[in-house]
């Protein structure tokens, strides 16, 4: 069964600090992975978006990273802000059926 | 570029009475979907359309929800009658086709009491 699962389910940091979120996923084959950020009342928005053959990506202090092999990808927040605050989802795109097989998300608390 | 335009913002409704979402894409989004999100989980698709027929609906629970998308453009997503599990934001996301990234609506959050 494609599945995809996110760890931890929430996680509280104080302003100013690093952290990691991470994604593990069963899908196979799969066309590209995405880390999206949803805040409290909105549509999930799109963060990075990596496909199979890339290891990292980059977006502002968000960064990601991808092993195909372990099937496993983090996203690394640097530096966070209050406005940090939200649900990071983890969505793996099935390859051929396009399907989007969304994470759980972790939401993450960034207090003063 | 105007993004995904959602109504209403919120609903609430009583169990057993009927309810309709509107969903306006972003303009030239052939793929237009519509996910449910129950509180604390990730969205689960109900629908996927293409142009105006349907990709992808085995998830929908075919007995109390129904969806169309007749001109290929706007969509509705409709309860009827609702029960007390429906309570969810339902988002509706559009794409120019299946391969490229969906922005997502704001979405709208149904209450049934």
């Known amino acids: 069964k494609n599945q995809v699962e996110q760890s931890p389910q929430s996680l509280i940091i104080l302003e100013g600090k690093n952290c990691t979120l991470q994604c593990n996923y069963t899908v196979s084959p799969f066309s590209n992975l995405r880390w999206y950020k949803q805040d409290t009342g909105r549509g999930p928005v799109s963060l990075t978006i990596?496909?199979?053959?890339?290891n990292t990506k980059s977006n502002g202090r968000y960064t990601a990273t991808l092993d195909a092999d372990t099937k496993q990808s983090s996203l690394h927040i640097t530096a966070s802000q209050l406005s940090d605050s939200a649900s990071y989802i983890c969505v793996v795109i099935g390859a051929g059926t396009y399907k989007y097989i969304f994470g759980t998300g972790t939401r993450l608390k960034v207090l003063a | 570029e105007a993004g995904v335009a959602q109504s209403p913002r919120y609903k609430i409704i009583e169990k057993r009475q009927s309810v309709a979402f509107w969903c306006n894409p972003i303009?030239?989004?052939?793929?237009l979907y519509w996910y449910q999100q129950i509180l604390g989980q990730g969205p689960k698709l109900l629908i996927q359309?293409?142009?105006?027929?349907?990709?992808?609906d085995s998830q929908l629970p075919k007995d109390r929800f129904s969806a169309e998308r007749l001109k290929g453009v706007d969509s509705t997503l409709k309860i009827q009658p609702a029960k007390l599990e429906d309570s969810a934001v339902y988002l509706c996301a559009s794409s120019s086709d299946p391969n490229t990234e969906a922005f997502f609506g704001q979405g709208t959050r149904l209450t049934v009491v």
């Open positions: 990596m496909t199979f053959s890339e």
């Open positions: 359309f293409q142009n105006n027929g349907v990709v992808d």
């Open positions: 303009s030239g989004h052939a793929t």
